[in-house]
């Protein structure tokens, strides 16, 4: 049974009882993220999300590691596109400390100028591990061009050129100004007394003012591209991708069970078409990514500078067979098997039940329960699936993104363009 409770100040909270567990996972959501900054703060939603655990009035930023290690917890947080979320695991038996712990990290944070200095130079390393990806970089890209003129198209971690103008102020301005009851939730899934968590609740966040927070502008002028990095790698590395609709649109099951037939799994199209029959590429998959009211399709492969031209050939005539009806039973019903016993499996796990609950009445104020989503699941019919492949799928609509040493292989994007224009009919 999930519940929802509101403070007077705006909060909510939501609450999934699981009483065969021992466990109960807790997290604070707020609809703060990249999607709400602009050129100068780009990165400061997640730079905000580590100064949280820098030291608040009450603990040293090693005292809220220690006391949640003395009980056998796990801390962490997340900043995303459009949520940033502070969460703990403990013991039922310790939830009060819990909260506790993440109460004073969210109201009595200190970011003084010497940890905001340190965690500065902590995330422009992070920076760097990340621009040593390539797997990340052609994902980041593309959601760049995908997302055009709209601020989704900002990298969450920000610039080195951002980060070094980072103030103690500009912090607590822009927490400040974005940080509100009105944009944030609390969640909690396992075992826990329901009325002892709402009164601690209560107790520790009422004193926070609710105000308004200003409306967050998504809409981006997404034009295809076709965009080489150039960096010195052994391999090519290839995003291939189309805008695509957000959660709430009606077709979103039937979009995931075509994204799980076509490359989410091992048994599925382009992983079997182009790595386990033709062995062009190691890595290959596709992937959703939705957000409240737009969502990126993409596919990934790394692959030999040689195979690039066969490689996505194979690719986009997988496409345009799906997009031309050729689904079979079989894998259709495998498809939507596999997605509904990974959600059931994930159901398990107190953390990924606070974590759906949060999310979902954060980003789409609904509560939904297993059976509501297996049911939509099992509505899904073949001809749904092509439908959403039909305007997915067209070719003229995709861009692509790819890394690699383009000193040396400079005819890379002459080749994908060849690709592109060649006629697919199944």
């Given at each position: 049974m999930i519940k929802k409770h509101t403070l007077d100040n705006g909060i909510r909270i939501v609450m999934e009882k699981i009483d065969y567990v021992r466990s109960a996972s807790i997290g604070i959501w707020v609809n703060?993220?990249?999607?709400?900054?602009?050129?100068?703060?780009?990165?400061?939603?997640?730079?905000?999300?580590?100064?949280?655990?820098?030291?608040?009035?009450?603990?040293?930023?090693?005292?809220?590691?220690?006391?949640?290690d003395s009980i056998g917890g796990q801390i962490n947080a997340f900043t995303s596109k459009?949520?940033?979320?502070?969460?703990?695991?403990?013991?039922?038996?310790?939830?009060?400390?819990?909260?506790?712990?993440?109460?004073?990290m969210f109201f009595n944070s200190v970011f003084s100028q010497e940890e905001i200095d340190k965690e500065i130079s902590v995330v422009i390393e992070e920076i760097k591990m990340y621009e040593d990806?390539?797997?990340?970089?052609?994902h980041d890209k593309l959601s760049e061009i995908i997302f055009n003129e709209s601020p989704m198209a900002y990298n969450i971690l920000g610039t080195e050129k951002n980060l070094k103008t980072f103030t103690k102020d500009k912090v607590k301005s822009y927490m400040y100004e974005n940080y509100s009851p009105s944009n944030?939730?609390?969640?909690?899934?396992?075992?826990?007394?329901?009325?002892?968590?709402?009164?601690?609740?209560?107790?520790?966040?009422?004193?926070?003012?609710?105000?308004?927070?200003?409306?967050?502008?998504?809409?981006?002028?997404?034009?295809?591209k076709v965009v080489g990095i150039n960096k010195d790698l052994e391999q090519l590395h290839m995003c291939i991708g189309n805008k695509t609709f957000g959660r709430h649109d009606k077709n979103y099951h039937s979009l995931l069970v075509l994204n799980n037939l076509f490359g989410g799994t091992m048994s599925s199209r382009i992983f079997q078409e182009v790595r386990e029959k033709k062995g062009l590429v190691y890595s290959i998959?596709?992937?959703?990514?939705?957000?409240?009211?737009?969502?990126?399709?993409?596919?990934?492969?790394g692959m030999s500078y040689e195979q690039v031209e066969d490689a996505l050939r194979t690719i986009l005539t997988e496409m345009s067979s799906i997009k031309?009806?050729?689904?079979?039973?079989?894998?259709?019903?495998?498809a939507k098997q596999q997605i509904k016993g990974n959600y059931i499996l994930s159901l398990e796990s107190t953390s990924s039940r606070m974590s759906a609950i949060g999310r979902r009445e954060l980003l789409y104020n609904e509560i939904l329960y297993p059976d509501e989503i297996i049911e939509a699941i099992n509505?899904?019919?073949?001809?749904?699936?092509?439908n959403v492949a039909k305007d997915l799928f067209k070719i003229e609509n995709l861009s692509i993104t790819f890394t690699g040493n383009l000193n040396i292989h400079s005819d890379i994007e002459d080749k994908i363009n060849k690709v592109l224009g060649e006629k697919y009919e199944n």
């Open positions: 703060v993220g990249s999607n709400n900054e602009n050129d100068e703060t780009n990165g400061l939603s997640h730079f905000i999300e580590h100064m949280l655990f820098k030291g608040t009035k009450n603990r040293k930023a090693n005292e809220i590691a220690e006391e949640i459009e949520c940033t979320c502070f969460y703990v695991k403990v013991l039922d038996e310790n939830i009060k400390e819990a909260v506790d712990i993440l109460s004073d990806s390539p797997e990340d970089i052609v944030t939730v609390i969640s909690i899934a396992g075992s826990f007394d329901e009325e002892e968590f709402i009164e601690q609740i209560e107790e520790q966040f009422k004193a926070w003012v609710n105000k308004e927070v200003k409306k967050i502008h998504t809409e981006s002028n997404y034009q295809r998959y596709s992937f959703v990514s939705n957000y409240s009211d737009t969502g990126i399709f993409s596919i990934y492969a031309n009806g050729n689904i079979t039973e079989e894998e259709f019903m495998r509505k899904v019919e073949i001809e749904d699936v092509l």
